[in-house]
């Protein structure tokens, strides 16, 4: 694989360099030193950083590493979460600090809670959940909205010790209740709906649904957001009866360090959904450590923001625990970017003044496509730190994200990791680092990360193969809830004592490690692997190109060949239709790329098919590209773009 990559790599157009702006770097949370500092002692390190946490009780060893892959960190210490991402900053003077700036999708409909009442809040939930019979390791099913109370749910569990899991509001009953009962969730907290697209989207009729199967569910507590009709069963009960009435004043309880905080589904291609086991001491340690080091969050002046939504490990890490264990002040939004407006968005980051603003490429991607003209129009010079999560970026997106929303100073962090790893792995440091448009770069201070080979062996600067973690880190999960057989099979067992991500990766001749993709979507053409994030980067480098997806399709001559579909950019206008458009992406890619990679078909279509969190399903166009019927599309969070796609295609049924 490795030679193949480099001939690839070393075409890559985009060879420019960002060093970090002089002003940030010279006030950095985090210095080149703490590579050295970790690099001399790795657990001494994460002491350290576990000393940023208040414990009620100390640890007695920093990791437990006998029996592996099961590790345990900071062991014999007792700490509460809630405490620390509350209490703590109240007790401390900072009550009057504001912790969200909430923005519901209505205009006008803004929360702002100060650490004084999400303490308040927390303490009257916690209670609620008492009186309600939930208990120290109960496990707590949330299904809902982005409103207070979902973080506030979550904070509740925590400062009882009861393990919350959080499915995200857009999952089907179907997909709710196998969540609930793999969990045995005791209690279900959800909402009468919330809003999305400029209108009410309810949520209860499918707890209800999913709870008329699940015998371990005790009750639901029901926010009134919408106001929409609800069916009440005797199970239900309302937040404003329930939690309203209750004392603000609630004593955290310590937990031990790995007392299980929350369970996590991620679907995965195949199988049942895996409940992947955060804890909580380490778990803690590094989300504070990773917002710290990797936004420079300065928690007095930083009004940070991240966009994702919380029902993913993205919106536990970096909006709910992180951003709250170092006390920042955060924005928090509800709805979807183009309500009531394709501004949206610039708008909140010009009223709340948001200097550190944390997306995904395929958000950034969409924006591109809209047109610069959105962004242009509002006041973005608030911010300095710029992050980027969920896939690879492409280098064009890179460029466009620092350009026209970071004002050409911003630093672009592209931050690497998965729901498995908790934190951040792999990531530039903003006042460190010259950013590579593309590249995560290396792995931050304490983290071991390294790409191999199939023999399991390094590769040298400028090879490509396997991105593994050899060693254990504090966020890391624990197991997947209820299997560790599985556990074992899914992560440990590739490759002997590494953790295998699932993501192919490159090492180029700095060593700076390069992202490619699930290994999956790697295509073998003519005896060549190429990643489907390259060419796809080389599409979205051309100037009329919004937005593409690649896949290899079986192919009689070689192997498999290049599909690509093509999303136009807005601006691009009427030629982008015609064989002539064609053939100019053709050779740009082949251009860009070398021969080898020049897509045998490309496809001019409308929308592309992505699961709710954003990432494309390539299966259902690999569908198309082998001219079979598409499979199952309950997935995708708009099921109507397979019709579009096909309506564009008539060869595609
Ligand atoms: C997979 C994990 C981590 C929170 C969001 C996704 C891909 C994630 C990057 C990045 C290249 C990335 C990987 C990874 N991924 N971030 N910066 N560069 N790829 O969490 O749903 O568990 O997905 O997302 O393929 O394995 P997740």
Redesign the pocket.
């Known amino acids: 694989m490795s030679q193949n990559q480099e001939t690839l790599s070393n075409l890559l157009q985009e060879t420019r360099r960002f060093a970090p702006p002089a002003e940030l770097a010279a006030d950095a949370n985090v210095t080149a030193a703490a590579y050295d500092e970790a690099a001399a002692d790795r657990l001494g390190f994460w002491e350290r950083q576990a000393d940023r946490l208040t414990w009620a009780k100390r640890w007695d060893q920093t990791l437990d590493w006998s029996n592996p892959p099961f590790a345990k960190w900071f062991i014999g210490g007792e700490l509460n979460v809630a405490y620390n991402c509350v209490d703590r900053h109240v007790e401390a003077g900072r009550g009057a600090k504001v912790a969200f700036h909430w923005e519901g999708e209505p205009e006008g409909d803004t929360r702002t809670i100060s650490y004084a009442e999400l303490q308040s809040q927390v303490n009257k939930a916690a209670n609620a959940l008492l009186e309600l019979g939930v208990r120290k390791g109960d496990r707590v099913a949330i299904y809902m909205p982005m409103i207070p109370e979902l973080p506030i749910s979550m904070l509740a569990c925590a400062r009882i010790g009861a393990t919350h899991s959080v499915v995200f509001g857009g999952f089907s009953s179907e997909a709710l209740r196998t969540r609930i009962d793999d969990a045995q969730a005791k209690l279900v907290i959800t909402a009468d709906g919330g809003y999305r697209r400029g209108k009410p989207s309810a949520l209860k009729p499918t707890v209800d649904e999913a709870v008329a199967q699940t015998p371990s569910v005790e009750n639901v507590l029901v926010v009134r957001r919408t106001g929409q009709e609800t069916a009440d069963t005797d199970r239900d009960v309302w937040w404003h009866d329930v939690v309203d009435r209750q004392s603000d004043q609630h004593t955290a309880e310590p937990m031990d360090s790995e007392h299980p905080l929350y369970i996590l589904y991620?679907s995965g291609t195949t199988g049942k959904p895996k409940g992947?086991l955060h804890t909580t001491g380490g778990y803690l340690t590094q989300v504070a450590y990773t917002h710290h080091a990797v936004f420079d969050l300065k928690p007095e002046t930083d009004v940070y923001w991240c966009s994702?939504d919380i029902g993913?490990?993205?919106g536990h890490?970096y909006i709910v625990y992180g951003p709250l264990a170092n006390g920042a002040t955060s924005v928090m939004y509800e709805g979807t970017p183009d309500t009531p407006h394709r501004g949206r968005w610039w708008e909140i980051i010009e009223k709340y003044k948001v200097s550190i603003f944390y997306t995904?490429?395929t958000a950034i991607r969409t924006f591109m496509k809209w047109g610069d003209d959105i962004p242009a129009q509002h006041d973005l010079s608030s911010l300095r730190v710029l992050g980027?999560?969920?896939?690879?970026?492409n280098p064009e997106a890179y460029v466009w994200y620092r350009e026209h929303i970071g004002a050409n100073k911003t630093p672009v962090v592209?931050?690497?990791?998965?729901?498995?790893?908790g934190a951040?792995m792999?990531?530039p440091l903003p006042g460190v680092t010259s950013g590579k448009p593309g590249a995560?770069m290396k792995p931050l201070p304490g983290i071991v990360a390294d790409v191999v080979d199939d023999q399991a062996q390094s590769v040298p600067n400028g090879g490509g193969g396997f991105?593994v973690l050899p060693e254990p880190w504090p966020s890391m999960l624990r197991t997947i809830w209820g299997d560790d057989e599985r556990y074992v099979k899914t992560y440990w067992s590739r490759f002997d004592g590494l953790y295998f991500?699932?993501?192919g990766a490159k090492k180029d001749d700095d060593g700076d490690i390069w992202?490619?993709?699930?290994v999956d979507d790697v295509m073998l053409v003519s005896g060549h692997n190429i990643s489907t994030?390259e060419v796809e980067s080389a599409l979205v480098s051309h100037p009329k190109v919004a937005e593409s997806a690649v896949v290899g399709a079986t192919d009689p001559v070689t192997g498999q060949a290049i599909v690509a579909f093509v999303i136009p950019r807005g601006s691009a206008g009427e030629e982008v239709e015609g064989e002539d458009f064609l053939k100019e992406l053709r050779d740009h890619v082949s251009k860009t790329l070398g021969p080898i990679a020049k897509p045998r078909q490309i496809m001019i279509v409308p929308e592309l098919p992505k699961t709710r969190?954003g990432?494309i399903m390539r299966r259902l166009l690999r569908d198309v590209a082998e001219n079979r019927s598409i499979g199952d599309v309950t997935t995708l969070a708009d099921s109507t773009v397979m019709d579009l796609i096909s309506e564009k295609l008539p060869s595609a049924k």
């Open positions: 991620t992947i994702a993913w490990v993205t890490s995904a490429p980027s999560v969920g896939e690879p970026i592209d931050t690497w990791w998965q729901t498995e790893t951040i792999i990531s995560a991105l991500a699932g993501d992202l490619l993709g699930r994030t969190s990432k």
